[in-house]
């Protein structure tokens, strides 16, 4: 997988803000950026599925012609040109879409957006808990994780700060991010 590309000049900023806001708090904050939450690959290939079987029935909706059409390009014609055309074909049309569906944009389209926010809740709890960020001295771990493709930002904290700062205060912060 290749690195994140951030620019350097962005990473700077937010270090500074989290240095800053550091000493504001006894709160020990950490920043997580990620390409993307989960691989999406069950939607993706739904996805793919699904047109697939749209293609096949439009396929099937126009079988005479199609017949006619293969029939005029061979003299030995038989069923089985109609039967391979349409069975490969579906599959290339298959293989297409579910490569189209790795484009990020198409993601953010067919990937039900309830899926990419449980997503991202899931892998910033994971994130939370491997990085280490709940382990700090009064539990006062901050995290702020950003998954790019999802366009989400959750910023989870431990129990020792979630006491002392309002939930509208943290909702603050994420929609200001």
């Known amino acids: 997988m290749t690195k994140l590309k951030v620019n350097p000049e962005k990473l700077k900023q937010i270090s500074t ?14 920043t997580a950026f990620i390409r993307q939450s989960d691989t999406y690959a069950v939607q993706e290939l739904s996805f793919a599925l699904i047109m697939g079987f749209v293609y096949f029935t439009i396929m099937m909706a126009f079988s005479v012609q199609l017949e006619e059409w293969i029939r005029g390009m061979y003299w030995d014609y038989n069923v089985g040109y109609l039967t391979a ?4 074909s579906t599959f290339v049309v298959i293989a297409l879409f579910y490569l189209l569906s790795n ?15 449980a997503k991202v809740r899931q892998r910033a709890l994971r994130y939370f808990t491997e990085s280490g ?19 989400r930002v959750e910023l989870l904290s431990d129990r020792g ?17």
């Open 17 to 30: 803000a989290v240095k800053e806001a550091e000493s504001k708090t006894s709160g020990e904050i950490a």
């Open 85 to 88: 055309f349409v069975g490969y």
């Open 103 to 117: 484009i990020p944009f198409v993601d953010r389209f067919i990937i039900p957006k309830r899926v990419m926010t």
């Open 133 to 151: 960020v709940y382990r700090t001295k009064d539990q006062t771990g901050i995290l702020i994780f950003i998954s790019l493709l999802e366009h």
């Open 161 to 177: 700060i979630a006491e002392k700062i309002d939930q509208s205060e943290w909702e603050g912060i994420v929609n200001n991010i």
